[in-house]
């Protein structure tokens, strides 16, 4: 049993972009959190687990750094999970007859996933995070999964940045 996914719909990336990431050579993963509650949960929770960190590590060694079971220069942690949610609104005076004064309301309940990837340095200092959120699309879970870290760490580069010749 886990949680259900997320379509990618909205994927923030947090980073400081003057901060030297050659130094870094190796990850190893941290803490991981499932926020599913246990009841509402689709996925076996070990499942859900490899699904992230095969995707984590996958992204981050064909960016050059190698996993490490031990210290690491790198933490992998995250949060991932689905809530239920409901909107509500007023659609105003929408099919009502002239001067008559009906205001109609609406509610959609809908699950939200989230994914939310830190990578934190030897010092507990957060220098990279992905934050995504989207509408739940369980069947396509692990795809969602892979997509969201794609995407999260698309400018993560160890390698050197290139100085421009004046």
């Known amino acids: ?9 909205e994927i923030k990336v947090e980073y400081d972009k003057n901060r030297d990431f050659t130094k870094y050579k190796t990850f190893a993963f941290g ?12 996925f076996d929770e070990k499942v859900l687990h ?6 984590v590590t996958k992204e981050l060694e064909e960016k050059g750094l190698k996993r490490s ?3 690491a220069d790198l933490v992998v942690s995250y949060i991932i999970g689905a809530v239920e949610l409901s909107e509500t609104g ?36 957060l220098i990279w995070r992905v934050n995504a959120q ?3 699309m369980s ?14 760490f698309k400018k993560f580069s160890i390698k050197p940045k290139k100085v421009k010749k004046k």
């Open 1 to 9: 049993m886990s949680i259900t996914s997320l379509s990618a719909q």
């Open 31 to 42: 803490e991981a959190e499932i926020i599913t509650p246990k009841d509402e949960r689709v």
């Open 50 to 55: 490899n699904w992230v960190k095969n995707s």
């Open 69 to 71: 079971d031990t210290t």
């Open 90 to 125: 007023d659609l105003g005076p929408f099919g009502g007859a002239p001067g008559i004064e009906t205001n109609r309301h609406y509610t959609n309940s809908f699950r939200q996933g989230n994914l939310v990837i830190d990578l934190d340095d030897k010092n507990n200092f």
């Open 134 to 136: 989207g509408v739940n």
């Open 139 to 152: 069947p396509q879970a692990e795809r969602y999964i892979n997509e969201v870290v794609a995407k999260g």
